[in-house]
């Protein structure tokens, strides 16, 4: 579905990406690892339109989109759950679900919302409070609500555990775990290595730009250099 080859980036003079490369089938759940600053969200920005790319290819279902604007790219069917979920705070729960469903605009989406609240029974019981009262684990249930909403074909997450406490980062594994089994594409990008590789399939490993490792979750799991530097082994 989603094919990434030899892909730069740079902020003015400076690159940050290195030549990287990794694909996600439709269906998978693919987890890009590594510590702050290893070029995961410049990445996902690229994929999504949001700053263009240097060199190399993005391709989404064969068509190349690197370069397009982001409202052509989320108009394709790729939605972003964005680092720091980004509320509309003095806008209802239930006014920013709707905000994500914009590009289906001329469609019923009440279906849609009610598969969220059932996803997230917390957002049916807040759905008329605004979004900027929540906590912090609320606001990260209306950013994925919001997401999905657009009925993306592929919903990449940035960093959804982010600022959250332990017992939220497990409400957070298990709804993309039931995401993942709702046959919905996923690339996550994630900090909190041991949660990612729970939830994905196949990881890649970034470090300073680069890709340094890919595998199975599992063979990432067992990896020497990832046990040691993420997993504390």
Do not use: W
């Not at 969200?41 to 290819?57: E, Q």
């Not at 289906?104 to 279906?111: A, N, P």
Request: glycine residues 12%.
């Amino acid at each position: 579905m989603l094919a990434v080859t030899d892909l730069r980036i740079a902020y003015g003079k400076t690159e940050v990406v290195h030549g990287v490369s990794f694909d996600v089938a439709a269906g998978e759940c693919i987890a890009l690892i590594g510590a702050n600053g290893a070029g995961k969200s410049t990445i996902l920005k690229a994929i999504c339109g949001l700053i263009p790319p240097s060199s190399g290819d993005i391709r989404f279902e064969g068509r190349s989109i690197g370069g397009l604007p982001g409202h052509a790219v989320a108009r394709l069917g790729i939605c972003m759950c964005p680092e720091g979920r980004q509320m509309f705070p003095e806008m209802t729960v239930l006014e920013n679900l709707q905000l994500g469903a914009y590009r289906r605009r001329s469609e019923d989406i009440s279906g849609t919302i009610d598969e969220v609240m059932t996803l997230f029974p917390r957002l049916r019981e807040r759905a008329s409070q605004l979004a900027g009262t929540l906590s912090g684990g609320e606001q990260e249930m209306v950013a994925i609500g919001r997401a999905l909403m657009a009925k993306p074909r592929l919903c990449i997450f940035d960093e959804p555990s982010l600022g959250l406490a332990p017992k939220v980062v497990d409400e957070i594994e298990e709804t993309l775990m039931k995401i993942k089994n709702l046959g919905v594409t996923i690339l996550l990008v994630e900090q909190a290595v041991s949660m990612a590789l729970r939830v994905a399939d196949r990881a890649y490993v970034l470090e300073a730009g680069e890709v340094v490792a890919s595998g199975t979750s599992q063979e990432i799991s067992n990896d020497s250099r990832v046990q040691s530097a993420y997993l504390g082994g």
